[in-house]
């Protein structure tokens, strides 16, 4: 099966600028979570979905916002960018909403200049 | 915010020797996860560990797990170059919504 797959891997934007990232689950698997990675904060999880519904959302601002459609796959969308929204943004799937184990892929950089 | 603490921070071995992480938790879980990550990367699943069971091991890996003091540790042996790595614990919440949160992280470096 192929691994889960974000899409850019890299990303320059200035502040105010929004940016869109996508996450194609693995093949079966209907749950997406996304987390956040910045050196000082660390690992942080933003929300997750599962059948196109928001199940549970991290402590960010309304910024932050995502979706799922229906073949599965998600994005995450930033509006108004902020110099520390500066990070690793994760993506990790699940065959469902309460599977233990995780799948994550290789994330996204995303520099705000 | 993070669930806990893990300890050391970081880690610097040679090859051949064991590597052994800590990771505290502040509340009720239903497991208790380690994943690695290279060069901030993807991270990769390790191995798992349920409220209701002490220690587990997988290959070169052996976790346990005390509830009563909320804290778990990751043991490896015979640890390679190709260990070099960050490992977190990351814990599912009594609920099980599925969210993991993770830990700071141990950065371990293994010298050839």
């Known amino acids: 099966k192929a691994g889960v797959t974000q899409t850019p891997r890299y990303l320059i934007k200035t502040r105010g600028q929004q940016v869109t990232l996508s996450c194609s689950p693995i093949?079966?698997?209907?749950?997406v979570s996304w987390y956040q990675q910045t050196p000082g904060q660390g690992l942080q999880f933003l929300f997750e979905y599962f059948s196109e519904t928001q199940r549970n959302k991290g402590n960010f601002p309304g910024r932050f916002s995502g979706r799922q459609f229906s073949n599965s796959r998600s994005e995450m969308n930033v509006s108004t960018l902020e110099l520390g929204d500066s990070a690793l943004y994760l993506c990790?799937?699940?065959?469902?909403?309460?599977?233990?184990?995780?799948?994550f892929g290789p994330g996204t950089r995303l520099t705000v200049l | 915010s993070q669930q806990g603490e893990e300890d050391p921070q970081a880690l610097s071995i040679q090859e051949g020797e064991n590597a052994t992480m800590n990771c505290s938790y502040k509340?009720?879980?239903?497991?208790l996860q380690w994943y690695r990550q290279n060069s901030g990367r993807g991270l990769v699943h390790l191995i798992l560990?349920?409220?209701?069971?002490r220690e587990k091991h997988s290959g070169r890996l052996r976790v346990t797990l005390d509830t009563s003091k909320k804290s778990s540790s990751l043991l490896i042996t015979a640890s390679r170059a190709a260990d070099t790595a960050s490992y977190f614990c990351a814990t599912v919440g009594s609920s099980n919504t599925g969210k993991l949160i993770f830990g700071q992280g141990t950065t371990l470096q293994v010298k050839p």
């Open positions: 560990i349920r409220s209701n069971e």
């Open positions: 093949s079966g698997h209907r749950s």
């Open positions: 990790a799937t699940a065959p469902g909403p309460s599977t233990d184990t995780q799948y």
């Open positions: 509340t009720s879980i239903n497991n």
